[in-house]
């Protein structure tokens, strides 16, 4: 299954993957360390969520608060990640 990209409100990554979570959505947010051990996102406005997405799946992600869409391409196809790149940021970010 790939991974669909998620936009969020500024400053919202880690707080809309916590309520995914809440929800049994598998979500991922790219991350860097900061100044006294503070994470930052590696993409701002951004994180990866991992579901069968349909209609009803769709309908859940945007009543989420601060998830204003999903990102999709020009042609109106949902942005997507293989399982694969997916792990090379896992590695980035350990």
Sequence with gaps: MPWSVLS????????????LFQRGFNAYVPWI???RQARHPLFL???????ALDSV???M??????????????LGGLWTLAAEEIRSLQQLST
């Design 8 to 19: 969020t409100r500024p400053y919202h990554e880690f707080v809309v993957a916590d309520a």
């Design 33 to 35: 360390a900061g100044k």
């Design 45 to 51: 406005r951004q994180l990866f969520v991992r579901c």
């Design 57 to 59: 799946t769709n309908v």
């Design 61 to 74: 992600l945007s009543r989420i608060p601060g998830v204003p869409r999903l990102l999709t391409d020009y």
